[in-house]
């Protein structure tokens, strides 16, 4: 209802628009990621050449990667960095509908092919502070979009870790490391799966493989990786 009487506005800077998303102006100022991208990381090539389909970059090998693939729908900047702090800290749970329509651009190369969704959990004392999971909120919008199953505990986070922001990448494994089970009532049920995590942002992407390890260790098949924005 609310809808219906309120005009849609840009999610950036309110300004109203013809569709619920961006101004004109915003949208100028994100970097989306397009093709061509690693294969793996989703990290996009220097254009100016071209690429074979399913290149990947030479780091990936040095990486120690449990994931298969990661995607992110644009890079972490300043206008991206505005839009999801806004996300995550205020009660804006309408700009899930807009990412999750952002998030759609990955249909064919890792939605479609997964058997279920799941998002990174957030230790249960933070999500008590913070009221929910934006991760969970994106994740159940793409499933709800697809017919697809979410499962929200897929994932369990047992400690509660100091936030990644203040760590260099070799402390930021450290510090997710064994962090995360999967309970043993979905041990089962995720053998030769192919799983999609989601979560808002990949920086170094620690988390995120140390959640696919957990899953892998546990028999699925394949680990994609979804988010919004990842550091470049
Ligand atoms: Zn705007």
Known sequence: ????????QCVSCNEIVEDAGLCPSCWGQMNFISRPYCDVTGIPFETGFEVKAGSSLPLVKEQNLYYDKARAVFVYDD??????LAFKHG??????????????????????????ICPVPLHWTRLVRRKFNQSQ?????LANK???LCIPDLLER???TKPQGKFKRKQRR??????????EKYKSGVAGKTILIIDDVLTTGATVNECAKVLKKSG???VYILTLARVI
């Not at 450290?174 to 309970?183: A, L, M, Y």
Request: proline letters at 6%.
């Open 1 to 8: 209802m609310v809808d219906t009487l309120l005009p849609p």
């Open 79 to 84: 206008a991206s960095r505005k839009l999801i």
């Open 91 to 116: 009660d804006q749970t309408h700009y899930a509908k807009t990412f999750t329509h952002w998030l759609c651009r990955y249909e064919r190369d890792i939605i479609a092919p997964a058997d279920f």
């Open 137 to 141: 909120l994106l994740a159940e919008n």
């Open 146 to 148: 697809f017919g697809m």
């Open 158 to 160: 047992t400690k509660a």
């Open 174 to 183: 450290q510090n997710v490391k064994g962090v995360f089970t999967v309970p």
């Open 220 to 222: 699925a098949a394949q």
